[in-house]
């Protein structure tokens, strides 16, 4: 309870212009309320559901056996994720829903605090975007525009915890972005892409991969399409970014992310590439996270 008193404190210290407060208002109520009927639930065996009830149980009748529990080693904290904030518009040919999410249970406070205020900051840039395109094409005339903006638990083991966070903007066409944050909850870490390597030579042994793994998949689909136009070598792939967007799997492998357009044409969508172990394995300062 204490950590969410303490992210709606800091969530109230950020001002709002004054003509979304009443929005603001009213989707944090929507929000509650859709909460409450199709809040996010995680499927879990029955098994293990009547396990957590009967330690759930435990806890709230008997003081001894959680003094007990508290002192029994946990590899990882058991996290929760809901919407802590709601923006959402639905005027004429302009829609947008964004919503912002909130992790509670890090052992980590302060990374958890960093994560929610960067979440609650991200919301509010899109939507202010999404309100100064909107008043730019109604000066112009009109148009249509829309933006879902929204978030999905990817992974969550013992050890790793993956929160992606997907934009949809659909105006002539559309666009679609997503970030992840994949998080060591048994040490508290953040983990970013250069901190899987020795040194930067993954780029360049990813690079090499990517490029194979693309010609590979264009042979065998004709479907796929990938920048590989060496005629145009302005628009063809040249290389990863050192902080490309990344997640590790629950069986431990690495996954790059590239957003809609970025190495393919719109149709592909957001392309991702599990990269083989084998391939890079020489390269990882260790197997803790990949292997």
């Known amino acids: 309870m204490k950590r969410l008193n303490k992210l709606k404190e800091n969530h109230e210290k950020i001002e709002i212009p004054a003509e979304l407060e009443d929005i603001v208002k009213q989707s944090i109520q ?27 149980g435990s806890v709230n009748v008997s003081p001894n056996f959680a003094q007990a529990m508290a002192n029994v080693p946990v590899l990882g904290s058991i996290v929760e994720v809901f919407t802590v904030q709601q923006w959402t518009n639905d005027k004429d040919n302009f829609q947008a829903d964004v919503a912002t999410p909130a992790i509670d249970g890090l052992a980590d406070e302060e990374l958890q605090a960093s994560l929610n205020e960067k979440y609650v900051a991200e919301s509010e840039t899109k939507y202010a975007a999404f309100e100064k395109e909107m008043a730019a094409l109604k000066a112009e005339g009109g148009g249509h525009f829309s933006l879902d903006s929204n978030y999905k638990v990817l992974v969550d083991t013992e050890q790793l915890f993956t929160l992606a966070r997907y934009d949809v903007e659909i105006q002539a066409s559309g666009y679609e ?82 957003d809609e357009y970025e190495i393919a044409p719109g149709y592909m969508g957001v392309v991702t590439f599990e990269i083989p172990t084998e391939v890079i394995k020489d390269s990882l300062v260790s197997d803790t996270y990949v292997n």
Do not use: C
Not at 35 to 50: R, S
Not at 187 to 205: E, H, Q, W
């Open 177 to 258: 972005t997503v970030r992840y944050d994949t998080i060591d909850k048994v040490n508290g870490l953040l983990l970013s892409l250069p901190a899987l390597f020795k040194d930067d030579k993954y780029i360049d042994t990813i690079n090499t991969y990517l490029l194979g793994e693309m010609e590979r998949q264009m042979a065998e689909d004709s479907s796929k399409s990938f920048f590989l136009d060496k005629d145009i070598p302005e628009a063809a792939f040249q290389s990863i970014n050192p902080e490309q967007d990344f997640y590790i799997t629950e069986d431990h492998k690495l996954v790059l992310s590239f």
């Open 30 to 56: 929507q929000g509650k309320k859709a909460q409450k009927k199709h809040g996010y639930v995680k499927q879990w065996p029955i098994g293990t559901v009547a396990a957590a009830a009967v330690f759930i």
